[in-house]
Antibody
Framework: EVQLVESGGGLVQPGGSLRLSCGVS????????MSWVRQAPGKGLEWVANINEDGSERYYVDSVKGRFSISRDNAKNSVDLQIDSLRAEDTAVYYCAREFRGYNWGQGTLVTVSS | EIVLTQSPGTLSLSPGERATLSCRAS???????LAWYQQKPGQAPRLLIYGASSRASGIPDRFRGSGFGTDFTLTISRLEPEDFAVYYCQQYGYSPRTFGQGTKVEIK
């Protein structure tokens, strides 16, 4: 069974940083692109970033370029999202997803940016 | 960036009725890379359809995806009580990946 479990969310002040992590099981991690998607309270889904199988390709939505960084460790079956210079508008549930015939999703981790 | 526009924003229907949801892309998408998701409050999205028309594992056959190019449709043939939710389309073939803004299917 494909499983994805996010961690690392929490309350952070504006300008602060967080590192989100997603651990996976049930599939050969190194064979798949991985994505992060976020959802602000009461809003729709927003794709944030993805990374290819070996980490050599990374893409970001314009609104997070220069502040967010996606990475992966194929030995540990994990994908991370480093979030810097946090803003109030980054408040959201952050989901990790496997890209394969659509997305398989984790349950999400909540990031709240507030003073 | 490919913009996906979903319509209508809200669909008010009764159980047993047919729901037709639209997703229009700002440029042509290879059908292999169009997906539909269902999301209920407090839950992660659930994959329904991939490749525009293939049902994901465990998805009932009342859910049907169709379309090509720039126009795609999700049809729910007979609404069950558990189908009232928000539905999103997504293209996952081009970077950046993008989602539609969602269609809420509510009980009339």
């Amino acid at each position: 069974e494909v499983q994805l479990v996010e961690s690392g969310g929490g309350l952070v002040q504006p300008g602060g940083s967080l590192r989100l992590s997603c651990g996976v099981s049930g599939f050969t991690f190194s064979n798949f692109w991985m994505s992060w998607v976020r959802q602000a309270p009461g809003k729709g889904l927003e794709w944030v970033a993805n990374i290819n199988e070996d980490g050599s390709e990374r893409y970001y939505v314009d609104s997070v370029k220069g502040r967010f960084s996606i990475s992966r460790d194929n030995a540990k079956n994990s994908v991370d999202l480093q979030i810097d210079s946090l803003r109030a508008e980054d408040t959201a549930v952050y989901y990790c997803a496997r890209e394969f015939r659509g997305y398989n999703w984790g349950q999400g981790t909540l990031v709240t940016v507030s003073s | 960036e490919i913009v996906l526009t979903q319509s209508p924003g809200t669909l008010s229907l009764s159980p047993g009725e047919r729901a037709t949801l639209s997703c229009r892309a700002s440029q042509s998408i290879a059908s292999a890379y169009l997906a539909w998701y269902q999301q209920k409050p407090g839950q992660a999205p659930r994959l329904l359809i991939y490749g525009a028309s293939s049902r994901a594992s465990g998805i009932p056959d009342r859910f049907r995806g169709s379309g090509f190019g720039t126009d795609f449709t999700l049809t729910i043939s007979r609404l069950e009580p558990e189908d009232f939710a928000v539905y999103y389309c997504q293209q996952y073939g081009y970077s950046p990946r993008t989602f539609g803004q969602g269609t809420k299917v509510e009980i009339k």
